[in-house]
């Protein structure tokens, strides 16, 4: 369905319908909800969560690719590209067996009751009893009917709220600016604790090159050669990219590493989960109460 061809997937290949037709086994329903889940995740997350999510197995799957970063995006790019037909297939069968989800006549073990969950519905609308599999569903009078079906739009909306992340209502936020390359080479430098020379030296290797407001020293080595006041400006910058660095999340940093350093993003993406690590242990908890 999601590549369109479904005139050449005939439904006789098939020992049940795939989405509406019964899983016996536990097993089979499990594969069946998380391959259906992962994908909507995949198309709720964003690109730069899902680099921050699969950061280490991305580093893995490029690491000897000749243009790591540009492998790392393709790679991020064709799961929200799989995420979106997942999510488009799902919608589109919803939408035709919306009547059945309503009422709560569609099979207790297939993939759509499975994955959107009818209680979810009932609970939250107020909706019919659905079928049992051991049974019809009980009569439903025509004025409950037409009531219940009034309710479609709004329990679909519920729907997409639930696993697009969507609201009825989006409120816009202002899109924050992403670090470029010379942000991105000095966070780096930070996050590698680099120092002195071996910083001055990273940024140059990096192709960044000093901002001075006065003339100065054209290179960070020479700079840091020339003693003050350049050493001193070379580390006011330092300290003010720290303080912008710490304006961006993990998500952030991981996708900009990947951009822009993709030969050192594996030790970077280390050295970000151990930075999260650290600051998490310094998360102040509840003081235990003494035992009397």
């Not at 509406?20 to 086994?25: A, I, K, S, T």
């Not at 019809?136 to 709220?161: C, G, H, R, W, Y």
């Not at 780096?188 to 192709?207: D, N, R, V, W």
């Not at 580390?235 to 961006?248: I, L, S, V, Y």
Request: hydrophobic letters at 35%.
């Amino acid at each position: 369905m999601g590549a369109s061809l479904l005139a050449h997937d005939s439904e006789k290949d098939y020992v049940s319908d795939v989405f509406v037709g019964p899983r016996n086994g536990p097993l089979e329903r499990a594969i069946a909800v998380d391959y259906t889940r992962h994908g909507i995740e995949l198309d709720r997350r964003s690109e730069n969560e899902l680099a921050a999510i699969f950061n280490a197995e991305i580093g893995r799957a490029v690491r000897y690719e000749a243009k790591c970063g540009e492998a790392a995006q393709k790679i991020i790019s064709m799961h929200k590209r799989h995420g979106e037909v997942v999510t488009r297939v799902l919608e589109q069968k919803v939408t035709e067996n919306a009547a059945k989800l309503i009422r709560g006549t569609l099979d207790d073990t297939s993939l759509l009751a499975l994955a959107i969950g009818e209680e979810h519905l009932r609970q939250q609308f107020h909706l019919p009893a659905e079928a049992s599999i051991r049974g019809p569903a009980k009569p439903v009078s025509s004025v409950e009917l037409s009531a219940t079906l009034a309710n479609i739009d709004q329990a679909m909306k519920a729907f997409l709220t639930k696993f697009r992340g969507l609201t009825p209502e989006p409120i816009k936020e202002k899109k924050k600016r992403k670090p470029g390359k010379r942000d991105t080479v000095i966070f780096a430098a930070i996050l590698m604790e680099l120092k002195g020379m071996k910083y001055c030296s990273f940024l140059q290797k990096q192709g960044i090159k000093p901002k001075w407001s006065d003339p100065g020293p054209a290179t960070y080595p020479m700079s840091y050669q020339a003693g003050e006041p350049w050493r001193k400006k070379v580390q006011d910058e330092k300290t003010r990219a720290k303080q912008r660095m710490n304006g961006f999340s993990h998500s952030e940093l991981v996708n900009v590493f990947i951009f822009h350093l993709p030969e050192e993003f594996e030790e970077l993406s280390r050295l970000l989960r151990s930075r999260n690590s650290h600051h998490a242990s310094k998360t102040p908890t509840a003081a235990k109460p003494h035992k009397h």
